[in-house]
Each structure stands twice: as structure tokens, then as C-alpha cells.
């Protein structure tokens, strides 16, 4: 690297608000599932979702300015560790001591943001299982194409050779797409 050229530092405390570290809250069982099946459905790690929905200063300070608590205390909770940045658990903090409200209200109300990501993707979900009936279709179809191109000019013609190529591919990514509808059936239980 030249040595003309400047690049900024990182800071001991930027350094250290991305380090790890574990808390536990208590949620409803349906925000420890919303998390989850947020997470697996759109491939983010929870640690990168829980991030990004607590260390917005903003957002929380708008929940933490509307919480209900009765509300909150209404509901049955269990308890759940996760990891976190040591800068998200801080900001979580912050904002709880700043406007008196649980840090497990602030979390639980931050996660049913969540809830709209859910209802678009699980349509989406219902989109893509009427696309992979489409491409199982297309499969067989194709699987019958491949019997005739067979049949009529056998398996070394090249025609055959490259149209089996093709089957393969489409079946290998037909499988990867049902892997995926499948892993993400939880979406429509929840």
C-alpha cells in the first residue's frame, strides 16, 4: 500500500461496539419466533436482525415514548438469551434509562416491526409454491421430451446429450428451490 494515501482508523470504542456479547430478555414466544423466522427466511443472522432493530436509536425512542405497559405486562413471557453488539445493548440501555421503560418492552415491541416483513413475505412464500407446482410441471414435460429425444435419436446424438445436460441442471435447481419452499413452510404456521 502507498504511503501517500490516508485511510481512517478505526477507534477503540467503534472496535468494541461490535463486539459480541449475550442478554437475556424476556419476549413473548411470538416475538422469539418472529426473530427466528425472520432470520431463516430472508438468510440474516439474528444477531444482525436483533441489531439493526435496536440499535436505531429513533425507532426506539418512539416505542419507548408510546409503551403501554399494561399492555407489555399482559403478556406471557419466557426468558431468552441472544447475542448482540455491546453497541445495540448499550443503545438498548440508553433509551431504557432515558424514558424509564423495561428494556424487555423496548425489545418486544422493536421485534413486532417485524410483523409486516412477515405478512409480505408469507405471500411471497404463497408465490413461490405456485411458481415451484409451475416448474414441476415444466419438469416433467421436459423429463418426457428427454424419453423421446431418447427414443428417437438415442443417447450419444448430440441433441440428446446437451437436452440431458439441460434436464439435469433444471432438476438440480428445482430440487434447491423446493429445499428453500420447504424450509420456509414456518412462515405460514406463524
Known amino acids: 500500500m502507498s504511503d501517500d494515501i490516508s485511510l481512517p482508523q478505526p477507534s477503540a470504542a467503534d472496535l468494541r461496539g461490535r463486539q459480541s456479547v449475550r442478554a437475556t430478555f424476556k419476549l413473548s414466544t411470538r416475538s422469539i419466533e418472529a426473530l427466528s423466522i425472520v432470520a431463516v427466511h430472508l438468510g440474516i ?15 426506539l425512542s418512539l416505542i419507548a415514548r408510546e409503551l403501554e405497559s399494561e399492555e407489555f405486562d399482559s403478556l406471557k413471557r419466557v426468558q431468552k438469551t ?13 433509551v431504557s434509562r432515558q424514558y424509564n421503560a423495561p428494556r424487555d418492552a423496548l425489545v418486544e415491541y422493536s421485534i413486532q416491526r417485524l410483523l409486516p416483513v412477515i405478512i409480505r413475505e408469507r405471500e411471497k412464500h404463497r408465490k413461490r409454491k405456485a411458481i415451484l407446482e409451475d416448474i414441476n410441471a415444466h419438469l416433467e414435460a ?4 428427454l424419453n423421446k429425444a431418447e427414443a428417437l ?16 441442471v433444471f432438476s438440480n435447481t428445482r430440487a434447491g428451490i423446493e429445499n428453500f419452499v420447504e424450509k420456509c413452510e414456518i412462515i405460514e404456521e406463524f
Not at 153 to 168: H, I, N, T, Y
Request: aromatic fraction near 6%; glycine fraction near 6%; proline fraction near 2%.
Open 153 to 168: 435419436l438415442g443417447e450419444d446424438d448430440p441433441v440428446f446429450v446437451k437436452l440431458q445436460a439441460a434436464m439435469g
Open 82 to 94: 441472544f447475542v448482540i453488539s455491546r453497541r445495540t445493548l448499550s443503545s438498548l440501555e440508553d
Open 45 to 59: 443472522k439474528q444477531k444482525s436482525l436483533f441489531d439493526q432493530l435496536i440499535e436505531d436509536a429513533r425507532s
Open 142 to 145: 421436459g423429463l418426457r421430451l
